[in-house]
T-cell receptor, first 115, second 109 residues
Framework: DTGVSQNPRHKITKRGQNVTFRCDPI?????LYWYRQTLGQGPEFLTY????????KSRLLSDRFSAERPKGSFSTLEIQRTEQGDSAMYLC?????????????FGPGTRLLVL | RKEVEQDPGPFNVPEGATVAFNCTYS??????FFWYRQDCRKEPKLLMS???SGNEDGRFTAQLNRASQYISLLIRDSKLSDSATYLC??????????FGSGTQLTVLP
């Protein structure tokens, strides 16, 4: 399977715990995006990387959230001291900026429930 | 006000019907426009890009009116498999996608 993969697919945690999600983009895709989607809403942009550089962060990304892409391949998104409001689907997407039409391909998401 | 506004529906239509979705966006600097499709509890998938000249892909036709900041999607001869949420999307120079809340379509047998 050469698509975007995300792990874990589901995570249940207690409020105050830290969680980390992983995204493996399509091989050789240089851009990687994180989005969050809550029920009944479209995905909302959180942050994106071009290779290993984090180029933009949304104001939605509070200081409890941190994302990395250390070698320009996979990425991790960590949420510290989780709150119930963090419950959402966390989606990762990747794209190739050198393609004429830079389509973002989404992974299956990690569904987080904070109790 | 949301950057991308869509009628949430739901739209319930019989098989074979023609259905149209509309969307407005507020950021006049938006450069690219798309319709994504999202099945229940799945990830969004690109349905088609939207160009000012209008574009068609089989039963699907998308239109963009930059002056009115308005995007549309027309589905002809709808199939049961078209049942999904349709997301209106735009992006600017920064490339991140801005999604509407989606319009839910159910095609009935």
């Amino acid at each position: 399977d050469t698509g975007v993969s995300q792990n874990p697919r589901h995570k249940i945690t207690k409020r105050g715990q830290n969680v980390t999600f992983r995204c493996d983009p399509i091989s050789e895709h240089n851009r990687l995006y994180w989005y969050r989607q809550t029920l009944g809403q479209g995905p909302e942009f959180l942050t994106y990387f071009q290779n290993e550089a984090q180029l933009e962060k949304s104001r939605l990304l509070s200081d409890r959230f941190s994302a990395e892409r250390p070698k320009g391949s996979f990425s991790t998104l960590e949420i510290q001291r989780t709150e119930q409001g963090d419950s959402a689907m966390y989606l990762c997407a990747s794209s190739d900026l050198y393609r004429e039409q830079e389509t973002q391909y989404f992974g299956p998401g990690t569904r987080l429930l904070v109790l | 006000r949301k950057e991308v506004e869509q009628d949430p529906g739901p739209f319930n239509v019989p098989e074979g019907a023609t259905v149209a979705f509309n969307c407005t966006y507020s950021n006049s600097a938006s450069q690219s426009f798309f319709w994504y499709r999202q099945d229940c509890r799945k990830e969004p998938k690109l349905l088609m890009s939207v160009y000012s000249s209008g574009n068609e892909d089989g039963r699907f036709t998308a239109q963009l009116n930059r002056a009115s900041q308005y995007i549309s999607l027309l589905i002809r001869d709808s199939k049961l498999s078209d049942s999904a949420t349709y997301l209106c999307v735009n992006s600017g120079s920064a490339r991140q996608l801005t999604f509407g809340s989606g319009t839910q379509l159910t095609v009935l047998p």
